[in-house]
């Protein structure tokens, strides 16, 4: 391939699968579209956008009418670290920044000029090379004090059960379970060192109906109870207020 190619496209409801060497994006003008990837499996609409890696095997169909913008990208165009970040594909939400890249491209379309794509492709590609936080675990960050299914995390992600599980650890270091506990307890501290709610209130805030769920997890984590953990926490508080009063006195004596 000698540059981007850029083209609007319509796909029937024949099934194809297949993979080549150049990576591609996808933004859905109307319609929708089953696309299929090795450890993905979504429907890609009006409010989502796809970006199709390198040499990897596909399958996709499309029911009803449908158009939509293509990007064919040649492989010379991404760095290897770029392409690790990128290969498993990359599902976007085509909010106002994506619909603004997407009306440029589309007033390029007849242009002979490439260097106006090939200059928006500089522009939009950080967007999704960048180390994003995956869907998953906002969802984990706005729900970890609730019983949450790890089906729900999953399907957010459109992997399944097994495979997310594996994925979320190599990615976070943690397991899912392991990741929420972790929140919980940073929570927990947080509550312990600035409020004065009670152990049981500060279970229940973090998502533990009896405080001696909380206990033995803090206990687990940190080494200590809840409570001690306050106790030292504000002793060494007071100990720093008193250090800072002598020390303003002192220098009130200079003066």
């Known amino acids: 391939m000698n ?12 099934l194809i699968t297949h993979s080549h060497s150049y990576a591609q994006l996808v933004l859905p003008l109307r ?9 993905k ?8 956008l796809f970006f199709l890696p390198i040499d990897n095997m596909h399958s996709f169909k499309s029911q009803g009418p449908n158009e939509f913008l293509v990007l064919d ?22 909010d106002e920044k994506w619909r ?13 000029n490439n260097d106006a794509i090939y200059k928006l492709f500089h522009y939009f590609i950080p967007f999704i090379v960048k ?32 495979y997310y599980s594996e ?10 379970v392991e990741y929420i506990q972790k929140l919980r307890i940073n929570r927990v501290k947080e509550l312990l060192r600035d409020t004065d709610l009670s152990i049981m209130q500060i279970a229940c ?27 030292e926490i504000r002793k060494m508080s007071d100990l720093q207020l008193k250090s800072g009063n002598e020390d303003l006195q002192n220098l009130s004596y200079l003066y």
Request: proline residues 3%; glycine residues 4%; contains cysteine.
């Open 167 to 176: 994925w979320f650890k190599k990615n976070m270091m943690l397991s899912p």
């Open 73 to 94: 990208i040649p492989n010379y165009m991404f760095s290897n670290e770029d392409m690790n970040k990128l290969e498993e594909g990359v599902k976007c939400n085509l």
């Open 205 to 231: 805030e973090v998502g533990y109906s009896h405080n001696s769920s909380l206990t033995r997890l803090f206990k687990l984590h940190e080494n200590t109870t809840p409570a001690n953990y306050r106790a």
């Open 131 to 162: 180390k994003h936080i995956p869907n998953s675990v906002k969802y984990i960050h706005e729900h970890f004090n609730e019983n949450i299914d790890l089906k729900i995390l999953a399907n957010i992600e459109n992997y399944s059960l097994a």
């Open 31 to 39: 319609g929708t579209m089953n696309i299929q990837t090795q450890k």
């Open 3 to 14: 540059g981007i190619i850029c083209e609007k496209r319509i796909f029937n409801d024949t």
């Open 41 to 48: 499996n979504l429907i890609l609409d009006e409010k989502h």
């Open 100 to 112: 603004a890249i997407r009306f440029l491209i589309l007033n390029e379309l007849n242009g002979k």
